[in-house]
C-alpha cells in the first residue's frame, strides 16, 4: 500500500509538470495574465515537491511494518522514502553551505554609497549587479558597470536591484530553487524555473519605472545585456541573467507598455497548495 501511494505521488507529480505549460508560447503582456503565469508556475514547481515530501515522510512515520488499510506494507517503500528525504536535506544542506560561503567571500569586499544605495564593490571589468544574499541581501555592483553607466541609467540598475530586496527575491527563490534541484527528472523543470525567474525580472523592473524613467530602464537593460551574460544562483537576483532574446524582448515589451503586474501568491495560491498534504491524513489508516 505504501508502495502504492508513492506511485499515486509521483503520477500525480508528472502530471502537474506535464501538463503546465504556462509560458512555452507567447501571452499577452497584460497584469492578469503575467499573474496567472506566476501562480501556476510556482505551484507547478511546488507541489510536485511538497507532495513527494509529505508522502515520504507518511511512510517514514507509519514505518515497514504493519497493515494500511487491507493491505500489509513493505520494505522498499520504507527505503525509497528515505533516500528522497535524505536527497533533499543534501540538497538543503548544500545550498545553505554555498549561500553563506557566497555572502562571507562578498562581505570581504568595501562598502560603499552609490547613488543613496548602500552597495558592495567587485574589482571587475564585467558589467554585473545582483542583490545577494537571503531575507537581507546586499546589493552587489562591479567597477566595471560603474565606469560604464552614467547617473541616469545606473540609477535605473540599482532601482530594479532595489525591487529585488522589496520583494525579497533572494529570499523566496532560494526556497524556489531548491524545489527545482530536487526535481530536474520530471518534464517541464527548466521551463518552469526560467518563466518564473522572468517574471521576477518584470516585477523589478515594474518597480523600478515607479522610481525611474521606463526608457532609461530599457536603454540600461539593452545595454547591459550586450556584455557577457553571468547565470545566476537562486539566492542572487541580477539586473541581467542568461536568457533567450524573447526573454529580453518580454522585459522591454512590459516595460514599454507600461505593465505593471502584481505578482503575489497570496491566500489564494496557499487555498490550491493544502491538498498536497493529504498523504499526512493516511496516517493514522496505518496499524
Keep these: 500500500m505504501h508502495l ?15 501538463g503546465n ?19 501556476h508556475g510556482i505551484i507547478a514547481l511546488v507541489a510536485p515537491v511538497l507532495l513527494l515530501l509529505t508522502t515520504a515522510i507518511a511512510v517514514l512515520c507509519m514505518g515497514a511494518q504493519g497493515q494500511m ?50 552597495c558592495r564593490i567587485l574589482d571587475d571589468t564585467a558589467l554585473f549587479s545582483a542583490q545577494v544574499g537571503g531575507w537581507n541581501p546586499e546589493l552587489t555592483i ?16 540599482l532601482a530594479h536591484e532595489q525591487g529585488h530586496r522589496v520583494y525579497r527575491d533572494t529570499f523566496w527563490f532560494f526556497w524556489l530553487g531548491l524545489c527545482y ?7 517541464n523543470s ?22 525611474v524613467d521606463e526608457l532609461v530602464l530599457a536603454e540600461s537593460l539593452l545595454d547591459v545585456v550586450r556584455a557577457p551574460l553571468r547565470s545566476t544562483t537562486p539566492f542572487e537576483a541580477a539586473f541581467s541573467c542568461t536568457a533567450p532574446p524573447s526573454r529580453l524582448e518580454q522585459r522591454i515589451d512590459a516595460l514599454l507598455c507600461g505593465t ?28
Design 260 to 287: 505593471r503586474p502584481g505578482l503575489t501568491f497570496g491566500w489564494q495560491g496557499l487555498v490550491q497548495l493544502v491538498w498536497v498534504f493529504l498523504p499526512l491524513a493516511t496516517i493514522p489508516f496505518h496499524h
Design 142 to 157: 562591479t567597477q566595471g558597470l560603474l565606469d560604464h553607466l552614467d547617473g541616469d541609467r545606473l540609477a535605473a540598475v
Design 190 to 211: 527548466n521551463h518552469l524555473w526560467q518563466d518564473l525567474l522572468l517574471l521576477r525580472e518584470i516585477r523589478a523592473d515594474a518597480w523600478a519605472a515607479q522610481q
Design 69 to 118: 488499510v487491507w493491505q500489509g506494507t513493505g520494505l522498499a517503500s520504507y527505503l525509497l522514502s528515505w533516500l528522497f528525504l535524505i536527497a533533499s536535506l543534501t540538497c538543503l544542506t548544500r545550498q545553505t553551505l554555498q549561500l553563506r560561503r557566497t555572502v562571507s567571500q562578498l562581505r570581504r569586499y568595501p562598502q560603499t554609497n552609490i547613488l543613496g544605495y548602500s
Design 21 to 39: 505549460l504556462n509560458g512555452q508560447s507567447p501571452t499577452p503582456l497584460t497584469p492578469s495574465s503575467l499573474d496567472q503565469r506566476w501562480r
Design 4 to 18: 502504492l501511494m508513492i506511485l499515486m505521488a509521483l503520477a500525480i507529480a508528472l502530471g502537474l509538470r506535464q
Design 181 to 187: 534541484r530536487l526535481t530536474p527528472w520530471l518534464p
